[in-house]
C-alpha cells in the first residue's frame, strides 16, 4: 500500500530553520507531484509548496516565499521542504502529499488534486 512518512519536525525558536523529509512508498514516486500543507488548530489545512514530477517547477504560498524551499530527490523516493527564518505563525502540523500527474510541469495546490497523504509532522516555533 501506499506509505507517505514525514520527518524532521520539532521545536525551534522565531529566526531558525527545519529540513522537513517524506519518503515514499508504494506508488510510482517520479510520476507524482508532489506537495506539502500544513494545518494548525482550528484551521483548514493550507497550501505551502508543491513541485512537479521531475522538480523542475514548484510553487510556494505567499507566507512562505523566500524562506522556504521544497526539494525532491526521485532516487531515494524523498521529498524535502527547507524551512528558514521560522515564525511563530509557521507553527502547525505539517503534511506531505502526492498526485499522480500527466504533466511534467504541473504544481498542485489544492487539498482535493492530492490523492494520497502522509500522517503528519507537528513544527512548533516559540517567540
Known amino acids: 500500500q501506499v506509505q507517505l512518512v514525514e520527518s524532521g519536525g520539532g521545536l525551534v525558536q522565531a529566526g531558525g530553520s527545519l529540513k522537513l523529509s517524506c519518503t515514499a512508498s508504494g506508488l510510482a514516486f517520479s510520476r507524482c507531484a508532489m506537495g506539502w500543507f500544513r494545518q494548525a488548530p482550528g484551521k483548514e489545512r493550507q497550501f505551502v509548496a508543491s513541485i512537479s514530477r521531475g522538480g523542475g517547477n514548484t510553487d510556494y504560498a505567499d507566507s512562505v516565499k523566500a524562506r522556504f524551499t521544497i526539494s525532491r530527490d526521485n532516487g531515494k523516493n524523498t521529498v524535502y521542504l527547507q524551512m528558514n527564518s521560522l515564525e511563530p505563525e509557521d507553527t502547525a502540523a505539517y503534511y506531505c502529499?502526492?498526485?499522480?500527474?500527466?504533466?511534467?510541469?504541473?504544481?498542485?495546490?489544492?487539498?482535493?488534486?492530492?490523492?494520497?497523504w502522509g500522517q503528519g509532522t507537528q513544527v512548533t516555533v516559540s517567540s
Open positions: 502529499a502526492a498526485a499522480y500527474s500527466f504533466s511534467t510541469i504541473a504544481t498542485p495546490i489544492r487539498v482535493s488534486e492530492y490523492g494520497y
